[in-house]
DNA sequence: GTGAAAGCGCTAACAT
DNA sequence: ATGTTAGCGCTTTCAC
């Protein structure tokens, strides 16, 4: 990089003023004459003075904490990956004298959300990350932190708003366009069976809407006179999934079953099926939960789309980051992550 | 992280001496007698006491310097992805007064690559990192390293030393093994042509062979009657390329023509293919070079199988940096990076 | 063997 | 509006 390092009183000496000075016009605090401004912002240029972080870290001892806001989780489940995210982004943070908080929600549950929206403003956090369930709620929580100057940065999905630093996660719709053609991979497949969530139903807060259209487009364009059957289940209730499925699949099947579900829990089609003993399926899912994937070693499920929801997390962190040390503009604000396509030949290097 | 922060004058003043004997014992440099040291080292215990990095590196003025060796390159092709994620790396590790530079060798030409090594011995770096393409000399340089007390880190390909700080790369027979199920998924498979570097007959230093090995045991694990055909080009001469290929597919054909290639190189074929106007292939390649990735999105190619080469660079020079400025020992030595596959529905998302 | 003291580049409070 | 100065936590002489 820049070969000898030129500090703070390179400039100061240069443009004939005192760090103090230049100190001013770097953090833009005031108190300086127009013509000092001008002559320290040259002097600067023509040098190419770098501040140097950590001596900046070293002085001021601020103490910046970000505070992420996601749905409550338990190991295994999809939100565990945010949270490891969170954790390991943590060490990194924590090098830079900033603290990384949680606070988490019952994604099921509107008023829970309300509730760790109010803390987090109670703790007036430098920076908030937040994984939105509930639109409305979510909308009226971030104008609160605009109107605080607090910067928030979406992760998981995002919404209409425009003031929000940044956004991490899956491009949805085409996350359904790429499983609707791995799922098929140029068969002759006369009917699909999605599996739903019955919450989902009443379309109440369905994270996976983009997701089943872009399927859906999909299959009208490659496939238009496939049967597509949506079979509702209560994903906390293992009889429930097995009369559900029973039911749907009553009627026999000649060729291949498919077998496809939006969000991550396609395990559970796989224990029902590994109960039954059932066979002759391709089954795809989404995310890499414990679970999943050993359902790709096993055989039942083919392949799994991916994100890597913890470098999601982490990332989002690091933004955050380095927006508040380094006052950083963000390289690019909405960050499609990559699809990863799973199956039993490279799920084992996932990890 | 650690609620207060509890500094070297803490554990000083606990122990019962000076912050310059905690420093001693805290690097190591000797001049402590027995007794301090078991001391201070378990008031550090107690404390849990973390030294300060940026307080560390503020004060010790070190210059170290991180140096890569890896092939030369040109815009667009392999080796120019590992060269973007070290320039990316190249401002976090500024961040920590590191230098990282860059030495290229021409992979064709082992005397060259004696040459970049005896450079970079001269230069007397704090640390090295290694893509390596001629066995012998890489054995006879990573020694050198060693008797300096140098650390190295191997990518994209390691040896068979011990002594290396960490390596970063895919696992490269698994990869083959995947390859083979992408390129048949299921399909009735009479025949496939494998297209290889003439060079590369000669067994001098084919950084595939691995790869060509897991393609064929898939091949007869799940087709031992399909025939492999090998087709030798000579990649700098279009010429010989078509020459090759046509003599190759002369015999007609009367399903799909499965197609692989082991390197980065597909493109040539696809040159190929699209000037004959050859349709009714199936091409699987390696890699997400520019012009690969178009021939996903044009049709000509169904799938790559891609590693996150330049995150593997960054990440080398990551961990360098981390055992430089923190003394880690790395969390894990063998790295083996995911293996993506990408078509035309998911390549949009990958860069 | 060990302590004292002078910085590293920057910030922020205090003078002026 | 601007200069001065005392640290931030650690490293590194240099005495003793």
Excluded at 155 to 167: H, Q, T
Excluded at 185 to 214: C, F, H, L, N
Excluded at 302 to 322: C, F, G, P, W
Aim: proline fraction near 4%.
């Amino acid at each position: 990089m820049e070969q000898t390092k030129i500090t703070i009183n390179d400039v100061a000496k240069a443009a004939g003023v005192s760090k103090g000075t230049v100190d001013r016009v770097l953090h833009d605090r005031g108190e300086v004459s127009r013509k000092s401004r001008e002559k320290v912002l040259r002097v600067i240029e023509e040098l190419g003075y770098k501040p140097n972080v950590y001596a900046s870290i070293l002085a001021s001892q601020k103490k910046h904490t970000i505070v992420c806001v996601i749905p409550e989780y338990s190991p295994g489940d999809f939100w565990s990956l945010t949270a490891k995210g969170i954790d390991e982004s943590r060490e990194t943070a924590f090098r830079y004298g900033i603290t990384v908080n949680m606070v988490t929600y019952d994604q099921y549950d509107a008023e829970s959300f309300r509730n760790a929206c109010s803390e987090v403003l109670e703790s007036n956090p430098s920076g908030v990350i937040i994984a939105p369930m509930f639109r409305m709620d979510t909308l009226k929580f971030v104008k609160e932190l605009s109107a605080k100057n607090i910067p928030y940065i979406y992760i998981d999905s995002k919404l209409e708003d425009e003031d929000y630093f940044a956004y991490f996660g899956m491009p949805m719709y085409q996350s359904g366009y790429l499983c609707a053609d791995i799922l098929t991979g140029g068969r002759d497949v006369r009917k699909v069976y999605i599996v739903r969530i019955e919450r989902d139903k009443m379309g109440y807060s369905d994270p996976t809407v983009a997701r089943r259209t872009g399927f859906l487009d999909y299959m009208m364009n490659h496939y238009p006179d496939t049967e597509t059957v949506n079979v509702f289940i209560n994903p906390k209730d293992p009889k429930d999934v097995a009369a559900k499925l029973d039911e749907a699949f009553a009627e026999p099947c000649d060729g291949l079953r498919y077998i496809v579900m939006f969000n991550s829990r396609i395990h559970l089609v796989v224990d029902y099926l590994r109960n039954r003993d059932i066979g002759g399926c391709r089954v795809v899912g989404f995310d890499v939960l414990e679970k999943n994937v050993a359902a790709l070693r096993s055989g039942h499920v083919q392949a799994l789309i991916a994100q890597h929801s913890d470098r999601q997390a982490a990332s989002a962190v690091t933004a955050m980051v380095d927006r508040l040390v380094l006052g950083s503009p963000v390289v690019r604000k909405d960050n499609y992550t990559q699809m990863d396509i799973l199956n039993c030949y490279n799920c084992d290097y996932y990890m």
